[in-house]
């Protein structure tokens, strides 16, 4: 059972990439099979997995114009059962190539079908937008985790980013949930980290993950030395919040293929 989840805030600076990045090491870590796609044209996690985007050969943008370059695009990494599906600048195009393709929005889930055989979970960093890119990542997708930093405009884009996904589900017919709303960014000193916190948990009291991503130089640092947190500093307080994600993440994963009738990632 494969299962694909995109990292959505169409609000920048809100933890996308070092969620998805660090959430799809510590799958890793518990020997789960993961790969990371790149959609965001920055190649911000790409980075962070140690590659160089102008370096690369092929790449997701390659992928979205060909499928058949998807086992010539996946790129193993420094971590045990994690492998990338990285992007460079060349995806800023990607828009413009797709637009008289009327399934366009449907190009990514077509490209990772191959990928479902091969890995327990893909997980999908999304530019911070609702564009074609996004899009494509959400249809692409079984579930998604929405990252939101603890300040006062958390909520605005928020309701943006949940009102964009109904919509997608109406009109494109998509089976896709929430995962969870994970909280990033937390002070715990600070009066303002504290309380969004908990205006988030009372207007969501089901859908925020238990687990808080604290602010944390480690963080911060881990993504200049081509590294998920966990590698750099595995002691410090950003890798155990994420590799408490991780365990809270796959405790949700099997109660779902617990559930009566649950299903996987399947197109």
Not at 20 to 40: I, K, P, S, Y
Not at 86 to 99: G, H, Q
Not at 173 to 181: K, M, N, P, S, V
Request: one cysteine or more; glycine letters at 6%.
């Amino acid at each position: 059972m494969s299962r694909t989840i995109s990292i959505v805030n169409q609000k920048g600076g809100v933890g996308k990439t070092t969620t998805a990045v660090n959430l799809a090491c510590g799958l890793a870590l518990a020997e789960q099979r993961t790969l990371v796609v790149d959609m965001d044209p920055q190649a911000n996690a790409t980075m962070s997995l140690g590659l160089a985007p102008a370096e690369l050969e092929s790449t997701v943008f390659d992928v979205l114009m060909e499928p058949e370059f998807l086992e010539k695009a996946i790129y193993s990494t420094s971590v045990p059962n994690l492998a990338v599906l990285p992007a460079n600048t060349d995806l800023v195009a990607a828009e413009v190539k797709l637009i008289k393709d009327e399934r366009r929005m449907f190009r990514l889930r077509k490209a990772l079908a191959r990928a479902r055989e091969r890995f327990s979970f893909i997980i999908i960093d999304c530019p911070p937008s609702l564009g074609m890119l996004t899009v494509n990542a959400i249809c692409a997708s079984s579930s998604i985790i929405i990252p939101l930093q603890c300040e006062y405009y958390s909520l605005e884009g928020l309701s943006r980013t949940l009102e964009a996904i109904r919509i997608f589900r109406e009109t494109l017919g998509l089976d896709i949930e929430i995962a969870g709303l994970l909280l990033t960014m937390f002070d715990s000193r600070t009066k303002l980290s504290n309380e969004v916190a908990s205006d988030i948990r009372k207007h969501f009291p089901d859908k925020v993950f238990a687990t808080v991503i604290p602010r944390n130089v480690r963080v911060a640092e881990a993504p200049g030395y081509g590294k998920p947190v966990m590698l750099y500093d595995v002691a410090s307080r950003g890798s155990q919040a994420f590799l408490g994600l991780t365990e809270e993440f796959l405790t949700g994963e099997a109660r779902k293929a617990a559930r009566p009738g649950a299903r996987g990632d399947t197109w």
